[in-house]
């Protein structure tokens, strides 16, 4: 048996489940099931013809219900199988009849039928309108039927179908098939010319105006008059439709009055000036008083006045009279304050049409105290609509007004208590919100503007917190947070800096992953728009170590996420300084799911970098790389495979080859450019408020104190973005500084080991070294800082402490005693070691075993990890011995910190 005949529910979504539990349970002999068989060796052509001669009922059935099938495949050549289809609908049962009509319909709906189908469609459907047959199988045929009617002319069938609509509403008929007159008269006006429309069906339409079902009536106002009004004229329209229209405003259903007031409206474009004036209004102005006393009149008029005075007041302005106005105006603040919610909701939805109609000049007066009243309604759903058109109404009265009058509603709107009314003025913040600030504003002008709105923005934005009443749903802040982004250059730095990015970080720590990724490209774009560095390096600061460090493994993902925008609206310097250690550290995290996101981002680590200044930085991906192949976890080795395919693309820039300027290297120079000119305009920035506050003989020492830190600064690979106000603060990866707390602590962590060695340069040399202050391959290597803290020109000296270290430590002796010629290669070897290895004073070196022989002395000694300081002293004199003494305690010594002192006495 054929299987395309009786296929599967999941596979056709017209599958009758009821045929396929007839044909499983139906057919149960093997003479029945080889009665359903066909030749496999036919087509699926030949197999329809054969079915449709010799099949069984319900072979034929499935064969009409699964047709498009053929339609689709074959497209014209299933015409002669559409024919036979025909064909046997002649004389079939009610059911098929029926089922090829669904099938009619669905095809033509789908497109799958040609001009040339549809037109051999047409006989049989028109056959199939006649009173001769079911009225089931009469009604869904004549869907078929307006269905055709939007796709071909009515010029070849207009005689058939004008006999048709009038024969189907005679009065004996049917409610139905009354119904189906005033639909086809209705479809027919908008396809015939006027001389069929006028006077047959005209006079049929405007008869059934005195039907006596209500529904005849309501669907001649919403369908067939309207249409009718533009088939037959001006005069006709104002003399004919236009007075039953007016009869029916009264009708006793008021389903019909409610369509009549629509059909009014709809019929303003066809009615002169004069018919508007003498005609229209004075009904208007009756059924707006009478509204006035009836709860139930005034709803549908509620509904429908919005559009109606809209119509009149766009077409004829100078025929609307004033009285006309004082009646429409009287009725619309009644319904604002009226008692049922349903009408001041509509007279909310109606609002902006009101306006647009009045005119901006009369707002202040006439709708402005309605807008207030209607922003704090009592109810919901008035809340809501008000709230969805409040920028319409702000396009409307412009933006001097906008600032005047809007900002209370629009705040107000925002602090509801309804997550419904909060989510339709979301909707348009868009619009709103750069109302209220002029374009290319300074930021004084930004902050005055925003200075109420965006924080209730901002709260709107946060992620509720656990425990709290739930906020806006996770949605409505993605929408937010997209229209905020959007208007980044509309908000000042200072907003900038201190809402909206602390809001962002909540977002990435707390919201769902599709709010994450959007919110890590805000981060990036709103980071970019802060153009002072000193501004970026505190939210730096906070990725770095409550995300890229952070316990949860979700946040280090995140820092990913965030890493990948930076690189596309940043320079490549900027990461290269920032954000590069802490990316690649993540390739040696402990959850599988981090490494495996850090794979993808390894490829963008590689083109980063510049040959052969970043040879080192090129081995360090490399080794990670390779480390992350050889994984545990297959889903990390299958991406890292994937990353190695990627990198292997890649080739390193060299600049010993000469560079080839590609366009990502053209944009990553502006990038730069621009980078470096907001630096400057800092640094000028600066300058001048220092030079505004300092006395003149203090500028100079300052000057020269802020180039040196400076020149440190680049000496360890810090970026230079510390000025004069944060000299004093300790460094950010210092062991004072909160933000050294890190998870994962290296062993050498908080150990200082300082050699100092007297010889006879003026200005003895002072190395360090700076232990991981974070595990996973922090920030480390070589650092050497030129010249003595006490000695350096132009740095004030550093203050002695007031009683002597050795009061308070512990104490570790050490002797070494050699020759002169000893000390002295002793000396060299430990300033060479000291080169090689050295690092920050705030974090320093603690001395392998291997180099100094301690011995322990004091209860103090036995320390678990504590930080310990050795000093070493070394005598330059020939022939006589050195000895070598080192004091330690379980207590660290706090970090050397540069304080800005004045070489001359403040005179005040």
Request: glycine share 4%.
């Amino acid at each position: 048996m054929n299987p395309d005949f009786f296929p599967p529910p999941h596979q056709d979504e017209g599958w009758d489940p009821n045929l396929e539990a007839y044909t499983h349970k139906g057919i149960r002999s093997a003479e029945e099931i080889e009665s359903y068989s066909v030749d496999d060796t036919l087509s699926t052509l030949q197999i329809g013809r054969y079915l449709l001669a010799h099949g069984k009922p319900l072979q034929k059935e499935a064969l009409i219900i699964h047709f498009h099938r053929y339609l689709a495949e074959y497209g014209t050549e299933a015409t002669p199988l559409l024919q036979e289809i025909i064909n046997l609908l002649r004389d079939a049962q009610s059911s098929l009849q029926i089922t090829a009509a669904h099938m009619f319909l669905e095809s033509i709906e789908r497109g799958s039928f040609s001009a040339d189908q549809i037109q051999l469609c047409l006989p049989i459907v028109m056959q199939f309108l006649s009173n001769q047959h079911e009225e089931n199988v009469t009604l869904s045929h004549f869907e078929v039927l307006l269905s055709i009617l939007d796709r071909v002319p009515a010029d070849s069938v207009r005689r058939e179908l004008i006999e048709v609509a009038l024969s189907r509403g005679e009065v004996f008929e049917t409610v139905a098939s009354r119904l189906m007159c005033v639909r086809l008269i209705g479809k027919l006006c908008t396809k015939l010319p006027r001389d069929l429309v006028y006077p047959a069906l005209f006079d049929k339409a405007l008869s059934l105006c005195q039907d006596c079902d209500h529904e005849i009536r309501a669907r001649l106002c919403e369908d067939v008059l309207p249409a009718m009004a533009a088939a037959v004229g001006e005069d006709l329209t104002a003399n004919r439709i236009v007075p039953e229209v007016l009869r029916l405003m009264s009708d006793d259903a008021s389903s019909v009055r409610s369509a009549a007031i629509e059909c009014l409206a709809s019929l303003m474009p066809h009615i002169t000036g004069e018919a508007r004036t003498h005609r229209v209004g004075p009904p208007i102005r009756k059924l707006c008083l009478e509204a006035r006393t009836d709860l139930t009149t005034a709803l549908f008029v509620a509904k429908t006045l919005g559009k109606l005075v809209h119509m009149w007041a766009s077409l004829d302005q100078v025929n609307f009279l004033e009285e006309d106005w004082a009646s429409i105006l009287a009725f619309y603040k009644y319904s604002a304050q009226a008692s049922d919610p349903n009408v001041r909701k509509w007279c909310a939805f109606h609002f902006p049409a009101m306006l647009k109609s009045l005119g901006a000049r009369k707002y202040t007066s006439h709708l402005h105290p309605l807008l207030t009243h209607l922003a704090r309604d009592e109810s919901e759903d008035v809340r809501t609509c008000i709230a969805s058109g409040l920028h319409e109404v702000s396009q409307l009265i412009g933006r001097d007004r906008t600032q005047k009058y809007l900002r209370d509603a629009f705040e107000l709107l925002l602090q509801d208590s309804n997550v419904l009314v909060q989510q339709a003025i979301v909707r348009h913040v868009d619009i709103l919100l750069p109302v209220f600030v002029p374009a290319g504003a300074s930021d004084e002008v930004k902050d005055h503007g925003y200075a109420t709105l965006l924080p209730s923005l901002i709260t709107l934005l946060r992620p509720p917190a656990p425990g709290a009443t739930p906020g806006l749903p996770w949605r409505t802040r993605l929408t937010l947070l997209e229209h905020l982004t959007a208007l980044e250059h509309s908000f000042s730095m200072q907003q900038i800096h201190d809402l909206i990015l602390p809001a962002l970080l909540q977002v990435l720590a707390a919201d769902p992953i599709p709010v994450r990724l959007v919110a890590s490209e805000s981060i990036s774009r709103f980071l970019r728009a802060l153009r002072f560095p000193r501004q970026r390096t505190g939210l730096i600061s906070r990725l770095t170590c409550d995300f890229a460090r952070g316990r949860n493994y979700q946040h280090r993902i995140v820092f990913l996420d965030v890493a990948e925008q930076i690189l596309r609206h940043f320079s490549r310097r900027f990461f290269r300084m920032h954000f590069f250690d802490s990316a690649l550290d993540l390739t040696q995290d402990r959850v599988p799911n981090v490494r495996r996101r850090a794979c993808g981002i390894l490829p963008s680590l590689k083109r980063l970098l510049t040959l052969p200044g970043d040879s080192f930085a090129l081995d360090r991906v490399n080794s990670r790389l390779q480390l992350l192949l050889a994984d545990k976890d297959r889903d990390v080795m299958a991406m890292a495979r994937e990353a190695e395919r990627l990198s292997n693309k890649i080739e390193p820039r060299n600049t010993k080859k000469g560079l080839t300027l590609t366009h990502q290297d053209i944009a990553d120079r502006k990038l730069q450019e621009e980078e470096d000119r907001w630096d400057n305009e800092e640094r000028e920035l600066e300058a001048k408020r220092e030079k505004d506050q300092d006395p003149p003989q203090y500028a100079a020492t300052r000057t020269r104190f802020v180039d040196q830190r400076t020149k440190i600064l680049l000496n360890r690979g810090r970026a230079v973005t510390e000025r004069s106000q944060r000299i004093n603060e300790p460094d950010a990866y210092s062991r004072d500084s909160p933000y050294s707390q890190s998870p994962h602590p290296s062993p050498g962590y908080g150990h200082t080991h300082t050699h100092a060695h007297a010889h006879p340069h003026p200005h003895p040399h002072t190395y360090t070294h700076k232990s991981p202050a974070f595990g996973m391959g922090a920030k480390s290597g070589i650092r050497k800082t030129s010249g003595d803290a006490h000695s350096v020109p132009g740095l004030p000296k550093r203050i002695p402490p007031k009683k002597p270290l050795s009061a308070s430590l512990a104490t570790t002796t050490t002797t070494t005693t050699s020759t002169s010629h000893h000390t002295h290669s002793t000396h060299s070897a430990h300033s060479a070691h000291a080169h090689h290895t050295g690092a920050h004073l705030a974090s320093g070196y603690h001395p392998s075993p291997s180099t100094t022989t301690t011995r322990r002395t004091g209860a103090g000694s036995a320390g678990r990890g504590t930080s310990s300081a050795s000093t070493h002293a070394h005598a330059h004199t020939s022939g006589s011995h050195a000895t070598h003494t080192a004091s330690s305690s379980n207590k660290p010594i706090r970090p050397f910190r540069f304080r800005f002192r004045p070489a001359v006495a403040n005179p005040r």
